[in-house]
C-alpha cells in the first residue's frame, strides 16, 4: 500500500530541497499511461524553473508522447522516521543526446509523510539475512522496535527477493537468540550497497535496551 497525502503534509520549501542528493532515486508516475511509474535519478535544480533527472531509455516508454504529460514524483529520505516525498509536476522536455534526461516543471508543493510512527536508533550490528535458502552477511544500520535497515554489499541473487519474508540473526547480547522475521519494505542500491527497509513481524521490545 502506498502512503497517502494531504494538505496538513506539506513539506517546508527549503526543508524538501535540502533533501535532495544528487544520483538519488525518484519514482515517476505517468498519469496519462495507466498511471505507470519508472525509475530516474536525479540530475540537478534550478529553483522555480525545472527538475533534471537521468532515465534509462529501456525502462522508459519513448514512443509515447511525454511532453506536456502530468507525472507524480516520489523520493525516500531515509531520516529517523523515513519520510516520503512527493510532488505534482509536468513533463517539459525529454533529451536522448548526450544523455537520456527528462526536464520537469519545479513544483509548487511538496508534500511528505513519514514511514514508520518511532524513530530509529542508528547502530552497527552484524548481520546474516536469510532469504529462502540463501544467507548474505550485511549491517543494520538503524533499528527500532518495529523494524530495522539492512544494508547488503549487493542484491540477493534471488527472483522476486524483495517479496519474500527474511529470517534476521543479528549479533548483538541484547537480541534474542532466535532469528527475527522481518519483511521487505523498500529498498535502493547506492554506493555501499543495498539498502533494504525491514518491518519485524512482531515488536522486538529489546530494542529499548540498545545503547
Known amino acids: 500500500m502506498q502512503p497517502t497525502f494531504n494538505e496538513s503534509d506539506k513539506a517546508d520549501d527549503h526543508y524538501w530541497i535540502q533533501h535532495l542528493t544528487f544520483g538519488m532515486r525518484v519514482d515517476v ?5 495507466q498511471k505507470r511509474r519508472y525509475h530516474a535519478e536525479l540530475m ?4 522555480g524553473r525545472y527538475i ?3 532515465f534509462e531509455p529501456q525502462n522508459w516508454p519513448l514512443g509515447e508522447q511525454l511532453t506536456g504529460m502530468a507525472v507524480v514524483c516520489r523520493y ?10 512527493a ?7 525529454l533529451l536522448r543526446f548526450p544523455d537520456h534526461l527528462i526536464f520537469l516543471s519545479f513544483p509548487e508543493d511538496v508534500a511528505k509523510r513519514s514511514l514508520r510512527d518511532t524513530a530509529r536508533n542508528e547502530v552497527n550490528l552484524p548481520v546474516t539475512a ?4 540463501k544467507s548474505y552477511v550485511g549491517q543494520i544500520t538503524d533499528i527500532s522496535e518495529g523494524g530495522c535497515r539492512l544494508l547488503l554489499p549487493e542484491a ?10 527474511v529470517s534476521l540473526a543479528i549479533e548483538c547480547t541484547q537480541s534474542p537468540t532466535q532469528p527475527l522475521i522481518a519483511h521487505v519494505r523498500n529498498h535502493r542500491e547506492g554506493r555501499d550497497g543495498v539498502s533494504v527497509g525491514m518491518q519485524f513481524a512482531a515488536p522486538q521490545a ?4 540498545l545503547p
Open 29 to 33: 508516475q505517468l498519469l496519462e499511461l
Open 44 to 47: 540537478g535544480l534550478r529553483i
Open 52 to 54: 533534471a533527472l537521468r
Open 76 to 85: 525516500l529520505v531515509e531520516d529517523e522516521l523515513g519520510t516520503i516525498f
Open 87 to 93: 510532488f505534482k509536476a509536468e513533463v517539459l522536455q
Open 130 to 133: 536469510t532469504f529462502a535458502d
Open 156 to 165: 540477493p541473487e534471488l527472483q522476486d527477493w524483495d517479496k519474500a519474508d
Open 206 to 209: 529489546w530494542v529499548q535496551n
